[in-house]
C-alpha cells in the first residue's frame, strides 16, 4: 500500500462549486504539506501543517482552507471553486521537513 | 524575496550524453538544497545537500552545491531514455519552522 494515498485521483468540478482533496498517510509525520503545481511554475506550497494544532498558510493560500483532523489525515478545501485553480494538487509528508514524500496528485479541472 | 532559480527551464539531449542541471537561489537561513526528479506524477527525492564541495553520488548522477556563489548542479552522466523528467530544485528556507521553496522544474528529454 502506498505511504501517502490522495483522494480523488481526478475530479471536473464547476465554477463556484465547494470541493475537498483529502490525503491520508501511514507513514507516522507529523508534517503534511499541500502543493499545487501548474505547468512551468514547479510547486506552490498552499497550507502545511506541523501537528493537528499547528496550521500554516503557503505562499498562495487565498482562495483554499484545510483542516487537520489527525496526525495522519489532511484535507485541502475550495470553498467556492474557480477556473484558475485548476491545477495538479500534491499532499506530501515530513519527518522533518526536508525530505518529503508526495501522494499521486490530483488533477483537478474547474469549468 | 526568497527565490529559487533552475536553468535551462528545458534540455533535449541524446542517449549517452551528459549533461548538467542548475539550480541558483536567494534564501533566508538557508539549511538545505534538495533535488527531486518528477517522471509522471509525485516528484522523488534524490539528494539532500547541504555543505558546500561535498558532492553527492548515486549511480549515474551526483550533485554538488556551493554555499558562497550560492548554487548546485545535478550532473547526469550517460542519459537514458528513463531519465527523461522534470528535475525539481527546491531549498529550505525560514529557519527551524519554515519549508521548502521549490523551483520552475528543468524539464529533460533523453532521445534514443
Known amino acids: 500500500d502506498a505511504d501517502v494515498t490522495q483522494t480523488p485521483r481526478n475530479r471536473i468540478t464547476k465554477t463556484g462549486k465547494r470541493i475537498m482533496l483529502e490525503c491520508s498517510q501511514t507513514?507516522?509525520?507529523?508534517?503534511m504539506y499541500w502543493y499545487r503545481q501548474d505547468p512551468g511554475l514547479g510547486l506552490r506550497l498552499i497550507y502545511y501543517?506541523?501537528?493537528?494544532?499547528?496550521?500554516n498558510k503557503g505562499e498562495i493560500s487565498d482562495g483554499y482552507s484545510v483542516s487537520r483532523q489527525a496526525q495522519a489525515k489532511f484535507s485541502l478545501s475550495l470553498e467556492s471553486a474557480i477556473p484558475n485553480q485548476t491545477a495538479l494538487y500534491f499532499c506530501?509528508?515530513?519527518?522533518?521537513?526536508?525530505?518529503?514524500?508526495f501522494g499521486p496528485g490530483t488533477r483537478l479541472t474547474v469549468t | 524575496e526568497d527565490k529559487v532559480v533552475q536553468s535551462p527551464l528545458s534540455l533535449v539531449v541524446h542517449e549517452g550524453d551528459t549533461v548538467t542541471l542548475n539550480c541558483s537561489y536567494e534564501?533566508?537561513?538557508?539549511?538545505?538544497l534538495l533535488w527531486y526528479k518528477q517522471e509522471k506524477k509525485a516528484p522523488t527525492f534524490l539528494f539532500m545537500l547541504?555543505?558546500?564541495?561535498i558532492e553527492k553520488k548515486s549511480g549515474r548522477l551526483s550533485s554538488i552545491l556551493d554555499k558562497k556563489e550560492l548554487f548546485s548542479i545535478l550532473n547526469i552522466t550517460a542519459t537514458q531514455t528513463g531519465d527523461s523528467a522534470i528535475y525539481l530544485c527546491?531549498?529550505?528556507?525560514?529557519?527551524?519552522?519554515?519549508?521548502?521553496?521549490f523551483g520552475k522544474g528543468t524539464k529533460l528529454s533523453v532521445k534514443p
Open positions: 506530501a509528508t515530513s519527518d522533518d521537513g526536508y525530505e518529503q514524500y
Open positions: 507513514k507516522g509525520h507529523d508534517r
Open positions: 501543517s506541523f501537528d493537528v494544532k499547528d496550521i
Open positions: 534564501v533566508t537561513n538557508f539549511r538545505s
Open positions: 547541504t555543505s558546500s564541495g
Open positions: 527546491a531549498v529550505w528556507h525560514g529557519g527551524s519552522q519554515g519549508n521548502l521553496i
